[in-house]
Nanobody, 125 residues
């Protein structure tokens, strides 16, 4: 099972930027799709962005398109989420997740079997 550790969260003013990082263990990282999800207080966890194992395909939820960018470095077993033009409604705990199956790319949270501990992102107005 992949072990994941997120970092990079914090407090930022609206319009600002943050970059989240996720360090992954395991020998199959380069064969595994990775995703970012978030959960705001009182709300269900939601999909934010995902990238295929090779980095050739990406998906974003509509509310972050044009503002967030997911990327990965398979040589370093790292995945990133660059968040620009942040809004108060982006406030949430952000989770990095690894897909259950190698060489499969979906965005449903149930398809992701390994999760990090989460990192808090707070955007003030």
């Amino acid at each position: 099972q992949v072990q994941l550790v997120e970092s990079g969260g914090g407090l930022v003013q609206a319009g600002g930027s943050l970059r989240l990082s996720c360090a992954a263990s395991g020998r199959t990282f380069s064969l595994t799709a990775m995703g970012w999800f978030r959960q705001a207080p009182g709300k269900e966890r939601e999909f934010v962005a995902a990238m295929s194992w090779s980095g050739g395909s990406t998906r974003y939820t509509d509310s972050v398109k044009g503002r967030f960018t997911i990327s990965r470095d398979n040589a370093k077993n790292m995945v990133y989420l660059q968040m620009n033009s942040l809004k108060p409604e982006d406030t949430a705990v952000y989770y990095c997740a690894a897909h259950r199956y190698r060489l499969v790319f979906t965005t449903n949270s149930y398809d992701y079997g390994s999760w990090g501990q989460g990192t808090q992102v707070t955007v003030s107005s």
